[in-house]
């Protein structure tokens, strides 16, 4: 896993777990509060997590995709608030994620054409598509290769007992569908919020506080 920190001077800290094969500038537009620092965390070719924050006051996490479940496996420090957002803590699950026969698919069938069409179908609009492009973009050896991995760690997931606070759901989600999402957010004590948006969505956003 890497790890970017933006800011080392605040006594807070966002958290943000981004999703498979997205450049972390992504986020590059949005706001931090003041006195805070923001952790991004990408690249789960690993899932090692070794960074101290044992200085922050308050912790938030945001964490997008299957940066939901990543975050799980690895965070176990107390948090001011958790935000999901198009992810669930099952992202292979015919219920609750990416149906298994799509996610086996997209790893069996991934080429550089067909990553390009999973980057079109998150944006869901030309005007996010352009957001997106505009970004420096990772290395696909890299990206399938982080795939490949994903799908090895899943198996071995932890139990989910993760306290989520917010999910966010695009409802013009096309990776993980917006039915799934509802029905595993619907049994977790956590206040859910619908957002005319595909499963990239950071666009509409201004600041990271509207995140948290």
């Known amino acids: 896993m890497k790890t970017t920190f933006i800011n080392q001077q605040g006594e807070h800290l966002i958290l943000y777990f981004a999703g498979w094969g997205a450049p972390i500038e992504l986020v590059s537009h949005l706001i931090l509060p003041e006195n805070h620092d923001l952790l991004i965390c990408s690249d789960y ?39 999901a957002i198009n992810g669930t803590s099952h992202p292979r699950h ?74 966010i759901i695009g409802e013009q989600d096309r990776i993980f569908p917006v039915d799934n999402q509802l029905d595993f957010w619907q049994q977790k004590n956590v206040s859910i919020h619908l957002l005319e948006a595909p499963h990239y969505l950071f666009v509409q956003y201004q600041s990271w506080n509207e995140l948290c």
């Open 45 to 83: 070719r690993n899932l090692d997590f070794n960074v101290d924050l044992t200085h922050y006051q308050n912790m938030y996490l945001v964490a997008w995709s299957m940066g939901v479940w990543v975050a799980e496996q690895v965070i176990d420090f107390k948090l001011k608030s958790a935000t």
């Open 94 to 167: 015919n219920q609750w994620g990416i149906p298994e026969v799509i996610f086996d698919g997209t790893l069996a069938s991934l080429d550089a054409d067909n990553y390009q069409k999973f980057v079109r179908r998150i944006c869901g609009n030309r005007t996010n598509l352009q957001h997106y492009l505009a970004h420096p973009q990772r290395d696909f050896v890299e990206i399938k290769q982080e795939l490949e991995c994903l799908a090895k760690f899943l198996p071995s997931s932890k139990p989910s007992q993760f306290s989520w606070t917010k999910a």
